[in-house]
C-alpha cells in the first residue's frame, strides 16, 4: 500500500458522507493509528450536483462505480451504495479482480454472495471486511471473528433490527396497537415507507446469516433462515407477557443442535430480568454464549450513519495496518457446508393465544388436544371480553374469550400438530397466536 491509504467511495449517502465527516474530523489521529494518512481519492455517487455537507472538490469523480473500483488510484474499495445485487456486486467483483481490500456495510448482498465474495477475496489475498454489516455500530464480527477466537460458541442470539423494537418497546409503554406504532416509526424515520423488509423480519435474517458463519465456521445460508416478524404481534399478548413476566422481543437466534445449526428470527417472550429484555428502542443488542467467556452481550446502535461510518472505519483501519483475518475468521476452504437442523425440532415453552368459542365442552377438547401431544400446560388463563352481542350479564354462546395458554418445554412440531387439530375441532375463532418463550441469562 502507498504512504497515504486511497480510499474508493462509492456511495456517499447517509453512511458515506458520515465517514467524510469522520476523516475530516479525526484525520489526523486516523494518521496516527493507522500508521498513514487516509485519504479519499474517488467518489461515486448517482447524482453530483446533491449537497452532502462534505467537501469533495480534490476527490476525482466516477459515474461508474466499477470504474472506480477499477482505477489505480485507490487501495481500497468502500462499497456503501446498499442492494443485494446489481451495482454492488458488480463493482465489489471488479475491484477484487483488481486486487483491491473491500470494506461494505451491504448485509443484503453478503446474505446472498458472502460465501462465493469471501473465497474470491482470499483468493487474491486480499481482505473482506464488513463490520458495519451485521449490527451498524456494534463491533461484533470483530468480536467474534478476533477476541473469541479462543472460544466454540454455542448461540448467538440478538434483536438485530431497530425499527422492530422501537415499535414493540412502544407498544410495551403505551399500550397502542402495531399498525399506530408502525406510523409513529415512519414519521420519526425509524422506518421505511414500505417496512415490510424491516418488520416482517427479513433484515434481522440477513444479519443473522452473517453471524452464524462467523460463530459456527459454516458457508452462509440466508435461505436455510425460519423467518417470521412482528405484524401479528397485539396488545393483548404485550398485556399477556407483562403479566406473565416477560417481555416480547424480535430476536435472531442461531445455535448449534445435535442436528445440524438452527437458525430462526421471530418474536420471542424473554424473562424481564434478561438482558436482553432490558434492550429498548431502537438500540440492538447481540449476545453471543461460548465455551470459555460465558456470556457476553453487547448493545449499542445498529443503525444510523456516524455509528455505521464507525464501523467502516474500524475495517479500513485493519487494512491499513496490515491486520489480516479471513472474512469468517479461518480459511475458507475450512467452512462447513451449513447443515440445517429443523425449526420443528426446536425444543422450548410456549405462549399460546386461542379465541375460544363460549361452549360447553370447548376447553376440555382442547386439553385433550394439548394431551395427545404429550403437551403438559404450565397454565390456562380466560381471559373475559365484553360480549359484543348482547347485554354484559347475558353472554351469547357464540361470542369468542381469549385464552392464553402456557406450555412448558416441548416441539414446535407437538405444537404445530395440536394447534391444526384444535382448528379442526371448530372451537376457536381466528388463528391462534403462538410466541417462543425463551430462557435467557
Ligand atoms: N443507513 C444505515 O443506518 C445503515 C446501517 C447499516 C448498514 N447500512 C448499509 O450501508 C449501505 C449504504 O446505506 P445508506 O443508508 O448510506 O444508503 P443511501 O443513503 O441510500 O446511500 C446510497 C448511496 O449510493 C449511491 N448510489 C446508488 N446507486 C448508485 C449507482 N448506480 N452508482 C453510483 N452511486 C450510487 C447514492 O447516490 P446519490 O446520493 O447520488 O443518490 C448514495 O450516495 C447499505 O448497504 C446499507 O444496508 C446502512
Known amino acids: 500500500m502507498s ?26 489521529d486516523l494518521a496516527v493509528r493507522c500508521g498513514a494518512p487516509i485519504a479519499v481519492s474517488g467518489v461515486s455517487v448517482r447524482d453530483r450536483q446533491k449537497d452532502r455537507g462534505v467537501d469533495l472538490s480534490h476527490v476525482s469523480w466516477f459515474d461508474d462505480p466499477v470504474e472506480l473500483a477499477r482505477d489505480p488510484g485507490n487501495d481500497i474499495f468502500v462499497e456503501l451504495i446498499g442492494g443485494a445485487g446489481g451495482i454492488a456486486l458488480e463493482s465489489i467483483k471488479a475491484a477484487l479482480a483488481a486486487g483491491k481490500h473491500i470494506v461494505t456495510a ?10 462465493a465474495l469471501a473465497r474470491q477475496a482470499e483468493d487474491a489475498g486480499v481482505s473482506l471486511n464488513f463490520e458495519a454489516a451485521a449490527a451498524g455500530g456494534i463491533p461484533i464480527i470483530k468480536t467474534l471473528r478476533e477476541a473469541l ?20 418497546t412502544r407498544m410495551e409503554r403505551e399500550g397502542m396497537a402495531f399498525d399506530e406504532c408502525l406510523q409513529i416509526a415512519q414519521q420519526l424515520g425509524y422506518a421505511e415507507a414500505d417496512p415490510t423488509f424491516d418488520v416482517e423480519g427479513y433484515d434481522a435474517a440477513h444479519k443473522l446469516a452473517l453471524l452464524t458463519a462467523i460463530s459456527f465456521g459454516t458457508e452462509i ?12 404481534i397485539t396488545p393483548a399478548d404485550i398485556e399477556a407477557a407483562d403479566e406473565l413476566g416477560y417481555r416480547i422481543r424480535l430476536l435472531g437466534v ?16 424473554v424473562p424481564k430480568a434478561s438482558a436482553i429484555a432490558r434492550i429498548d ?24 450513519g456516524d455509528a455505521t461510518a464507525s464501523s467502516v472505519m474500524s475495517d479500513i483501519a485493519d487494512i491499513a495496518r496490515g491486520d489480516r483475518v479471513g472474512t469468517f475468521g479461518r480459511p475458507i476452504e475450512s467452512l462447513q457446508p451449513y447443515r440445517q437442523a429443523a425449526i420443528r425440532l426446536h425444543e422450548g415453552g410456549y405462549y399460546i393465544r386461542l379465541s375460544v368459542f363460549d361452549r360447553p365442552g370447548a376447553f376440555a377438547a382442547i386439553a385433550r388436544r394439548m394431551a395427545e401431544e404429550n403437551i403438559s400446560l404450565e397454565s390456562i388463563v380466560q381471559r373475559r371480553r365484553a360480549p359484543r352481542s348482547t347485554a354484559p350479564e347475558h353472554p351469547a354462546p357464540d361470542d369468542p374469550q381469549p385464552v392464553i395458554l402456557i406450555t412448558y418445554e ?14 379442526q375441532d371448530g372451537h376457536i375463532a381466528d388463528t391462534p397466536q403462538m410466541i417462543r418463550i425463551e430462557q435467557f441469562g
Open 149 to 168: 477466537a479462543g472460544n466454540t460458541v454455542t448461540r448467538v442470539y440478538g434483536i438485530l433490527n431497530g425499527t422492530c423494537n422501537y415499535i414493540l
Open 221 to 232: 445460508d440466508a435461505e436455510a433462515i425460519y423467518v417470521e416478524g412482528i405484524s401479528s
Open 254 to 269: 442461531a445455535c448449534r443442535t445435535e442436528s445440524g445449526i438452527e437458525q430462526r428470527v421471530h418474536p420471542t417472550m
Open 106 to 115: 451491504n448485509k443484503a448482498l453478503l446474505a446472498e454472495h458472502g460465501t
Open 410 to 423: 416441548t416441539t414446535e412440531n407437538a405444537i404445530r400438530r395440536a394447534l391444526e387439530s384444535i382448528s
Open 281 to 304: 428502542g431502537v438500540t440492538n443488542a447481540v449476545a453471543v454464549e461460548a465455551d470459555f467467556v460465558g456470556q457476553l452481550v453487547l448493545s449499542g446502535p445498529g443503525a444510523g
Open 3 to 28: 504512504d497515504v491509504v486511497r480510499l474508493g467511495l462509492a456511495g456517499v449517502g447517509t453512511v458515506g458522507s458520515s465517514l467524510l465527516r469522520m476523516i475530516e474530523r479525526h484525520g489526523n
